[in-house]
């Protein structure tokens, strides 16, 4: 986390029904299976995450509201200031990947509470998370690898994983129609995890995460997306800030 710079997190609760689980995997996909594909579509970059490679940290803080103390007893709705790390990052594994690119942007929050513990969220600025069963990005990190002859990923293998993995089509068509934003701060966040609250009363409700810029959502223009730099985000997250 080589740079650090303060940032006010505002955020807005969304309370949604969970999708019931699908069934088990025949074959379920390991850990390592995902490390050795998202390589091989990516290259190896020691001592560099395998995914969300190219990205940048912020500090800030997060005050939960009476209204979200309702629906959970946990010390993060306790209305006391709670320190927050974050981690803004482009998807894939490419640590040069350019800022124009039409995929989505993350935003993890690392939430320190003052007993010492921490709690975790993982979100990405599309609705919606392109793989419903750890198969699919499994093969979409297989689909991704580059062909030897050409240095990129081969069209056909993308086309045959485009036509028999569904779950993809809803963040594909949501990238192709949406340019990327200006900012990470002029993005909205959804989270990928579905949690569950538990009240005073032991009563559960089903919560998925949605964090939305104080200054909106903000798209670039096509002609913006040629023209604007590789490196964009960072300066423009750390002029923000000052």
């Keep these: 986390m080589a740079e650090l710079s303060k940032l006010a997190l505002a955020a807005a609760m969304a309370l949604a ?50 209204e979200a103390a309702s629906y959970s007893r946990s010390a993060l709705f306790s209305g006391s200031t709670i320190p927050v790390v974050a981690r803004f990052s482009l998807a894939g594994g490419n640590p040069k990947a350019a800022d124009t690119e039409k995929s989505p942007r993350g935003m993890a929050l690392e939430f320190r509470l003052s007993d010492g513990s921490k709690q975790h ?40 994983f485009a036509a028999t993995h569904a779950d993809n089509k809803g963040q594909a068509d949501f990238l192709a129609a949406n340019d990327p934003p200006p900012s990470y701060a002029n993005a909205s966040y959804y989270g990928i995890h579905t949690f569950k609250f538990i009240d005073k009363a032991n009563e559960t409700t089903l919560v998925k995460w949605r964090f939305d810029p104080d200054d909106g959502q903000k798209e670039l223009t096509d002609a913006e997306l040629k023209s604007m730099p590789a490196d964009f985000l960072k300066q423009a997250l750390i002029e923000r800030t000052k």
């Design 17 to 66: 029904v969970a999708t019931p689980s699908a069934n088990a995997e025949p074959n379920p996909v390991t850990a390592p299976d995902v490390v050795t594909a998202l390589e091989g579509a990516y290259g190896v970059h020691p001592g560099r995450r395998r995914n969300h490679t190219k990205g940048m940290c912020a500090l800030g803080s997060f005050v939960g509201t009476p």
């Design 121 to 160: 969220m993982t979100m990405l600025d599309t609705p919606m998370f392109f793989a419903a069963m750890p198969r699919t990005f499994l093969d979409k990190m297989l689909a991704l690898k580059p062909d030897p002859v050409t240095g990129k990923p081969n069209p056909e293998a993308l086309k045959v």
